[in-house]
């Protein structure tokens, strides 16, 4: 789900399964550069629309530019 406030972006991601998936992110209103809130990695969602998603893993982004 994505979250904005005024200038203020967060982007989660969440697998609540046992089962390991690739995701691809097709709304093209989500773009920018964000950052894993937790490994500070930065992603251009412009760019890079696939994610890795573990069994029972979760991504927290927050949007830098």
């Known amino acids: 789900f994505l979250c ?4 203020s ?5 969440l697998n609540l ?4 998936y690739w995701m ?5 209103m989500v773009e920018g ?8 990695q930065l992603n251009d969602i412009t760019k890079n629309r696939y994610f890795e998603m573990h069994p029972w893993d979760f991504y927290v982004y927050e949007k830098t530019r």
Not at 9 to 13: G, K, M
Not at 24 to 28: A, M
């Open 33 to 40: 550069v964000f950052r894993n809130a937790f490994t500070q």
């Open 24 to 28: 691809h992110l097709q709304d093209h």
């Open 4 to 7: 904005k406030y005024e200038a």
């Open 17 to 20: 399964s046992d089962h390991y």
């Open 9 to 13: 972006e967060v982007l989660v991601f």
